[in-house]
Nanobody, 125 residues
């Protein structure tokens, strides 16, 4: 069965860094668009970043551009999200997701097919 497993969350001070991982079981990540989403208490889920299947084109929400970086390691079947210069407003549960689609660039929409269990990121002084 398909399973996405996130790890790497934790508690950090403002300005700190974290590296989130998403490892897939039951599917080959390079054949899917992979997205990172987050949800804070009382807020709707929002798209943060995604990477396109095959060619690796990336996309970011404006609030994280220059601070977050998405990457893929095909040998490990893992996608990473590097979080730098963290702010309190980045606090949320972060989810990775996979989407089967026609060959086009990924988008930060909520219509992905498979979802992980989430990992908590807390930014506080």
């Amino acid at each position: 069965q398909v399973q996405l497993v996130e790890s790497g969350g934790g508690l950090v001070q403002p300005g700190g860094s974290l590296r989130l991982s998403c490892t897939a079981f039951g599917l080959t990540l390079n054949n899917y668009h992979i997205g990172w989403f987050r949800q804070a208490p009382g807020k709707e889920r929002e798209g943060v970043s995604c990477i396109t299947r095959g060619d690796g084109t990336t996309n970011y929400v404006d609030s994280v551009k220059g601070r977050f970086t998405i990457s893929r390691d095909n040998a490990k079947n893992t996608v990473y999200l590097q979080l730098n210069s963290l702010k309190p407003e980045d606090t949320a549960v972060y989810y990775c997701a996979a989407k089967a689609s026609l060959f086009r660039n990924c988008a930060l929409s909520n219509d992905y097919d498979y979802w992980g269990q989430g990992t908590q990121v807390t930014v506080s002084s």
